[in-house]
């Protein structure tokens, strides 16, 4: 075992532990700027042998045709061996995506494992078949008995594409239900953060699981990607990402017409009803912690009562000085470093944007001055009265909120739906029926009222240009299947 040791030396296609074709790629440390190791990347020629070796597999039913049961145990058996490694996968998120420790213990590592081995769980207590709801007068006629099911069947050979800001947690969504449902798998991670993936690769082969089930190969560029979601012999491509890049990759699958499964960018919000208003720096905190602002959901537009402002500006800014930016391995650090230089230049570019739009800069809106190494953000708080502005529009992916006011709860409710997004989102009140009320109001795939609870089951996903299908719970397990009409008579 290599990879969780930080030094991997192999890619993992057709069963077999590979060297790479292609040149090394070194990892950087986001915090220190420091490649810490490399890792080898697939030539053409090994894409072209993953694709092969996940087809024959999935064709030749090694894995598909195997009972439930059994998938599900070997599954069990490469999360066990992931469990064994939690301490050296929590180091890797800290080294490679810039995670402060303990979002690495919690989010990045431990919510993952606890969903490797969950994801398969819930998936062997679906039905593989169900009977279709016809009236019974269409099912016996006469002496006749029809019998018309749904049947479950895997999808195929999956593609599975996944981003650098929760790299372990969105392989497994993607690796662990795909597996489950009996396809066969290629696993393509971000260039950023490649060493979450091998690890699943090297699980994969201490769980004995089939040669071509599950291939990982790492690349620098996107010549494999560009590959991988238009080959024919691809029949799903899953990618989690930018919506730029989304629409990219459904154009390019469209061809075949593959089944995609989209999970794309968000501008989310935290709308506060006047009786919730002294949560709002709670909730502010909430968005710079959830590793410095790059999550899929973040809840970056705050939304206030118009005469709250003030207030809720004091409330934010007061809780900035005890949220630590510094150093991701000390267990002190709840702000760490965004994953590159050139994320930070993309935020310091949108800040820019957005106060040349008329935002006025609360607090931060720089680097941090003590801190002269490491791609480092200040929390900062932009207030707008314009939602229109770019800062409120576009997906910053950094430690930014804007803070916005509103009259009524109509004007929030068409700001919150003003983008072009629609993956997440929060109500916060005591008000509970009038929560849920404006709740449903909100289009967007998930929408929390005072608390979140993303689990293995439960689903997400988004509405608009957030994308298409899910993940996780049923309905993501489910995006990995086709559903056939079966329907037998005498």
Not at 1 to 14: N, P, V, Y
Not at 240 to 253: L, N
Not at 462 to 484: D, F, M, P, T, W
Request: net charge negative; with cysteine.
């Amino acid at each position: 075992m290599t990879i969780t040791s930080g030094e991997a030396d192999r890619l993992f296609i057709a069963g077999c532990a590979l060297p790479g074709g292609g040149a090394a790629l070194g990892v950087e440390n986001p915090a220190t700027e420091e490649v810490f190791t490399s890792v080898p990347t697939a030539d053409p020629e090994q894409v072209e042998m993953a694709l092969a070796a996940a087809r024959l597999s999935f064709d030749s039913g090694v894995w598909a045709s195997r009972p439930v049961a059994e998938r599900v145990k070997t599954l069990g058996a490469m999360a066990q061996w992931l469990e064994q490694r939690r301490d050296e996968l929590i180091d890797i998120a800290v080294r490679e995506v810039g995670a402060p420790r303990s979002l690495a213990k919690l989010a990045q590592v431990g919510m993952a494992l606890d969903q490797a081995r969950q994801l398969p769980e819930l998936f062997a207590r679906l039905p593989e078949w169900e009977h279709n709801e016809m009236p019974l007068g269409e099912l016996i006629t006469g002496k006749d008995v029809l019998l018309s099911i749904r049947q479950y069947e895997p999808v195929g050979v999956v593609t599975a594409i996944t981003p650098y800001n929760f790299p372990m947690q969105t392989n497994i969504w993607k690796v662990f239900s795909a597996l489950a449902a009996g396809c066969s798998v290629i696993l393509r991670p971000s260039p950023l953060t490649p060493l979450s993936a091998l690890a699943l690769g090297e699980a994969a082969l201490a769980a004995d699981l089939p040669a071509g089930v599950l291939n990982v190969v790492v690349e620098a560029g996107t010549a494999g990607a560009l590959q991988l979601t238009s080959d024919p012999r691809v029949d799903c491509v899953s990618f989690t990402g930018s919506t730029t890049v989304g629409r990219r990759i459904a154009a390019q699958a469209a061809p075949t017409v593959k089944r995609l499964v989209l999970e794309l960018g968000g501008k989310s919000v935290q709308l506060y009803l006047p009786d919730a208003v002294d949560q709002v720096g709670t909730g502010a905190a909430t968005v710079f912690c959830s590793h410095s602002g790059q999550a899929c959901t973040a809840q970056t537009r705050v939304l206030v009562p118009h005469d709250a402002v003030g207030a809720a500006l004091d409330k934010i800014t007061s809780i900035i000085p005890f949220l630590k930016v510094g150093d991701p391995s000390d267990d002190a650090t709840m702000i760490g470093p965004v994953i590159s230089a050139g994320q930070r230049d993309r935020i310091e570019s949108l800040v820019a944007a957005g106060i040349a739009a008329g935002a006025t800069v609360v607090a931060g809106g720089k680097r941090p001055d003590a801190l002269d190494r490491g791609y480092y953000v200040e929390p900062t708080v932009l207030l707008i009265n314009d939602n229109a502005n770019p800062v409120a529009q576009q997906e910053v992916f950094g430690p930014v909120i804007t803070v916005q006011g509103y009259h009524d709860l109509d004007e929030a409710v068409a700001i919150a739906n003003d983008s072009e997004y629609g993956l997440g989102g929060g109500v916060y009140t005591a008000d509970l029926p009038a929560g849920l009320s404006v709740a449903n109001r909100i289009r967007s795939g998930t929408v929390q009222v005072n608390r979140s609870a993303p689990t293995a089951y439960t689903p997400t996903g988004g509405y608009k240009q957030s994308g298409i299908g899910r993940e996780r719970g049923v309905a993501g397990l489910r995006e990995y299947q086709e559903v056939k009409h079966v329907v037998v008579g005498p």
